[in-house]
Protein backbone atom coordinates (compact mmCIF):
# COMPACT_ATOMS: atom_id res chain seq x y z
CA UNK A 1 0.00 0.00 0.00
CA UNK A 2 1.52 3.24 -0.62
CA UNK A 3 1.34 6.39 1.86
CA UNK A 4 3.35 7.77 4.37
CA UNK A 5 4.91 6.55 7.39
CA UNK A 6 6.29 8.63 10.31
CA UNK A 7 7.92 7.62 13.22
CA UNK A 8 7.73 7.20 16.18
CA UNK A 9 4.17 7.75 17.00
CA UNK A 10 5.07 9.36 20.58
CA UNK A 11 8.49 10.75 21.66
CA UNK A 12 9.68 12.13 24.55
CA UNK A 13 12.54 14.68 24.66
CA UNK A 14 14.91 15.53 27.52
CA UNK A 15 15.70 19.44 28.33
CA UNK A 16 19.14 20.14 26.03
CA UNK A 17 18.35 17.19 23.79
CA UNK A 18 18.03 16.90 19.97
CA UNK A 19 15.70 14.67 18.58
CA UNK A 20 15.18 13.52 15.20
CA UNK A 21 11.09 12.37 13.76
CA UNK A 22 11.50 10.05 10.43
CA UNK A 23 9.39 10.65 7.78
CA UNK A 24 8.84 8.08 4.71
CA UNK A 25 6.84 7.85 1.15
CA UNK A 26 6.45 5.75 -0.98
CA UNK A 27 4.14 7.31 -3.19
CA UNK A 28 6.99 8.95 -5.86
CA UNK A 29 5.87 12.26 -4.62
CA UNK A 30 8.39 15.22 -5.20
CA UNK A 31 7.11 17.27 -2.93
CA UNK A 32 7.37 16.64 0.96
CA UNK A 33 6.31 18.99 3.80
CA UNK A 34 6.54 19.23 7.42
CA UNK A 35 4.05 21.25 9.83
CA UNK A 36 3.39 21.37 13.45
CA UNK A 37 -0.33 21.21 15.16
CA UNK A 38 -0.73 23.12 18.68
CA UNK A 39 -4.36 22.96 20.00
CA UNK A 40 -6.59 25.50 18.81
CA UNK A 41 -4.19 26.63 16.00
CA UNK A 42 -4.25 25.26 12.33
CA UNK A 43 -1.56 23.61 10.83
CA UNK A 44 2.05 25.75 10.36
CA UNK A 45 4.52 25.25 8.16
CA UNK A 46 7.81 24.24 9.30
CA UNK A 47 9.92 23.55 6.19
CA UNK A 48 9.18 21.87 2.95
CA UNK A 49 11.30 20.42 0.22
CA UNK A 50 9.80 20.08 -4.00
CA UNK A 51 13.03 17.93 -4.93
CA UNK A 52 15.93 16.14 -3.40
CA UNK A 53 18.84 18.02 -2.01
CA UNK A 54 16.71 21.19 -1.36
CA UNK A 55 14.30 22.34 0.95
CA UNK A 56 13.28 25.50 2.06
CA UNK A 57 12.45 27.12 5.75
CA UNK A 58 8.35 27.61 6.45
CA UNK A 59 6.63 29.72 8.35
CA UNK A 60 8.61 28.82 12.21
CA UNK A 61 11.37 27.04 10.86
CA UNK A 62 13.53 28.17 13.97
CA UNK A 63 14.75 25.58 16.10
CA UNK A 64 14.33 22.81 13.35
CA UNK A 65 16.56 21.28 10.89
CA UNK A 66 15.72 18.73 7.86
CA UNK A 67 17.71 16.97 5.17
CA UNK A 68 16.41 15.21 1.73
CA UNK A 69 18.88 12.77 0.31
CA UNK A 70 16.33 11.10 -0.85
CA UNK A 71 12.85 11.22 -2.39
CA UNK A 72 11.14 9.17 -0.46
CA UNK A 73 12.73 10.29 2.85
CA UNK A 74 12.55 14.25 4.78
CA UNK A 75 13.43 13.66 8.44
CA UNK A 76 12.82 16.42 11.10
CA UNK A 77 15.21 17.24 14.15
CA UNK A 78 14.07 19.20 16.56
CA UNK A 79 16.99 20.94 18.36
CA UNK A 80 17.92 22.13 21.67
CA UNK A 81 17.51 25.73 20.26
CA UNK A 82 13.23 24.76 19.69
CA UNK A 83 11.76 26.30 23.38
CA UNK A 84 8.66 25.16 23.20
CA UNK A 85 8.87 21.44 21.15
CA UNK A 86 5.67 20.11 22.98
CA UNK A 87 3.19 19.48 19.96
CA UNK A 88 1.85 17.35 17.29
CA UNK A 89 4.12 16.73 14.38
CA UNK A 90 2.74 16.13 11.16
CA UNK A 91 4.54 15.08 7.83
CA UNK A 92 2.99 15.39 4.58
CA UNK A 93 3.76 14.74 0.57
CA UNK A 94 2.07 15.60 -2.58
CA UNK A 95 3.09 15.94 -6.61
CA UNK A 96 5.03 19.21 -7.99
CA UNK A 97 3.69 20.49 -11.07
CA UNK A 98 5.46 23.97 -11.07
CA UNK A 99 5.22 27.33 -10.02
CA UNK A 100 2.53 28.68 -12.55
CA UNK A 101 0.26 25.90 -11.67
CA UNK A 102 0.15 24.30 -8.07
CA UNK A 103 0.99 21.19 -5.99
CA UNK A 104 -1.82 18.36 -6.41
CA UNK A 105 -3.59 17.48 -2.45
CA UNK A 106 -1.04 17.05 -0.22
CA UNK A 107 -1.48 13.11 1.76
CA UNK A 108 -0.41 13.33 5.37
CA UNK A 109 1.09 10.77 8.09
CA UNK A 110 -0.21 9.95 11.22
CA UNK A 111 1.65 11.95 12.95
CA UNK A 112 4.77 12.34 15.98
CA UNK A 113 3.58 13.24 19.04
CA UNK A 114 6.66 14.81 20.93
CA UNK A 115 6.47 15.69 24.60
CA UNK A 116 9.42 17.60 26.58
CA UNK A 117 10.03 15.85 30.33
CA UNK B 1 -1.74 38.63 3.71
CA UNK B 2 -3.18 35.32 2.93
CA UNK B 3 -5.48 33.82 5.67
CA UNK B 4 -8.38 31.04 5.99
CA UNK B 5 -10.95 31.64 9.00
CA UNK B 6 -12.67 28.48 9.41
CA UNK B 7 -16.46 28.74 11.02
CA UNK B 8 -17.69 27.38 13.31
CA UNK B 9 -14.98 26.43 15.77
CA UNK B 10 -17.69 23.63 17.23
CA UNK B 11 -20.08 22.37 15.84
CA UNK B 12 -22.85 20.24 17.52
CA UNK B 13 -25.76 18.25 15.57
CA UNK B 14 -28.41 15.49 15.72
CA UNK B 15 -28.42 12.16 13.76
CA UNK B 16 -29.92 13.39 10.40
CA UNK B 17 -29.79 16.75 11.12
CA UNK B 18 -28.33 18.40 7.69
CA UNK B 19 -25.78 21.65 8.49
CA UNK B 20 -22.90 23.52 6.35
CA UNK B 21 -19.32 24.67 7.99
CA UNK B 22 -18.13 27.88 6.49
CA UNK B 23 -14.21 28.55 5.24
CA UNK B 24 -13.42 31.84 4.10
CA UNK B 25 -10.32 32.56 2.97
CA UNK B 26 -8.29 35.79 1.41
CA UNK B 27 -5.52 34.45 -1.01
CA UNK B 28 -3.51 36.60 -3.78
CA UNK B 29 -4.30 33.64 -6.45
CA UNK B 30 -5.79 31.16 -5.74
CA UNK B 31 -4.59 27.65 -6.89
CA UNK B 32 -6.65 25.42 -5.04
CA UNK B 33 -8.92 24.83 -1.72
CA UNK B 34 -8.61 21.50 -0.02
CA UNK B 35 -10.71 20.17 2.44
CA UNK B 36 -9.76 17.49 5.20
CA UNK B 37 -11.25 15.41 7.96
CA UNK B 38 -8.84 14.91 11.20
CA UNK B 39 -9.98 12.27 13.63
CA UNK B 40 -8.37 12.63 17.16
CA UNK B 41 -4.49 12.19 17.49
CA UNK B 42 -4.63 11.11 13.31
CA UNK B 43 -3.47 12.77 10.40
CA UNK B 44 -5.42 15.04 8.24
CA UNK B 45 -7.32 12.58 6.01
CA UNK B 46 -7.72 14.47 2.29
CA UNK B 47 -11.64 15.06 1.19
CA UNK B 48 -11.78 17.23 -1.86
CA UNK B 49 -9.97 19.93 -4.07
CA UNK B 50 -11.28 22.41 -5.65
CA UNK B 51 -9.96 24.57 -8.07
CA UNK B 52 -12.60 27.52 -9.35
CA UNK B 53 -15.70 29.24 -8.38
CA UNK B 54 -18.51 27.45 -8.94
CA UNK B 55 -16.87 24.29 -8.44
CA UNK B 56 -18.58 21.07 -6.48
CA UNK B 57 -17.07 17.87 -5.32
CA UNK B 58 -19.42 15.05 -3.84
CA UNK B 59 -18.58 12.21 -1.31
CA UNK B 60 -21.16 10.63 -0.04
CA UNK B 61 -22.81 12.68 2.96
CA UNK B 62 -20.82 15.29 2.22
CA UNK B 63 -20.41 18.09 -0.36
CA UNK B 64 -17.84 20.67 -0.92
CA UNK B 65 -18.70 24.10 -2.91
CA UNK B 66 -16.16 27.17 -3.30
CA UNK B 67 -17.16 30.88 -4.56
CA UNK B 68 -14.56 33.83 -4.78
CA UNK B 69 -13.89 34.16 -1.38
CA UNK B 70 -15.69 31.12 0.42
CA UNK B 71 -16.14 27.42 0.69
CA UNK B 72 -19.09 25.34 2.34
CA UNK B 73 -18.90 21.94 3.43
CA UNK B 74 -22.67 20.54 3.66
CA UNK B 75 -23.41 17.84 5.56
CA UNK B 76 -26.36 15.81 4.67
CA UNK B 77 -28.47 13.89 7.23
CA UNK B 78 -24.83 12.96 8.66
CA UNK B 79 -23.93 10.21 10.96
CA UNK B 80 -22.24 9.66 14.31
CA UNK B 81 -19.39 8.45 12.28
CA UNK B 82 -19.13 11.80 10.46
CA UNK B 83 -18.07 13.62 14.16
CA UNK B 84 -14.18 14.53 13.91
CA UNK B 85 -12.63 18.26 12.77
CA UNK B 86 -12.83 19.38 9.17
CA UNK B 87 -9.88 21.33 8.27
CA UNK B 88 -9.87 23.91 5.54
CA UNK B 89 -6.93 24.63 3.37
CA UNK B 90 -5.60 26.87 0.46
CA UNK B 91 -2.74 26.81 -2.15
CA UNK B 92 -2.07 30.43 -2.84
CA UNK B 93 -0.41 31.58 -6.01
CA UNK B 94 3.66 31.06 -6.15
CA UNK B 95 3.58 29.46 -2.72
CA UNK B 96 4.82 26.30 -4.13
CA UNK B 97 2.41 23.63 -3.00
CA UNK B 98 2.41 24.95 0.48
CA UNK B 99 -0.79 24.83 2.38
CA UNK B 100 -2.35 28.07 4.81
CA UNK B 101 -4.63 25.96 7.34
CA UNK B 102 -7.67 27.39 9.01
CA UNK B 103 -8.25 26.16 12.34
CA UNK B 104 -10.59 23.50 11.51
CA UNK B 105 -14.61 22.95 12.72
CA UNK B 106 -14.78 20.36 15.74
CA UNK B 107 -17.97 18.58 14.46
CA UNK B 108 -20.13 16.50 16.84
CA UNK B 109 -23.00 14.56 15.64
CA UNK B 110 -25.26 12.79 18.90
CA UNK B 111 -27.21 9.33 17.84
Known amino acids: DGGITQSPKYLFRKEGQNVTLSCEQN?????MYWYRQDPGQGLRLIYY???????QKGDIAEGYSVSREKKESFPLTVTSAQKNPTAFYLC????????????????FGQGTRLTVV | EDQVTQSPEALRLQEGESSSLNCSYT??????LFWYRQDPGKGPEFLFT???AGEEKEKERLKATLTKKESFLHITAPKPEDSATYLC????????????FGKGTKLSVKP
Open chain 1, 27 to 31: LNHDA
Open chain 2, 27 to 32: VSGLRG
Open chain 1, 92 to 107: ASSIRRGRDVGNTEAF
Open chain 2, 50 to 52: LYS
Open chain 1, 49 to 55: SQIVNDF
Open chain 2, 89 to 100: AVQAEGSQGNLI
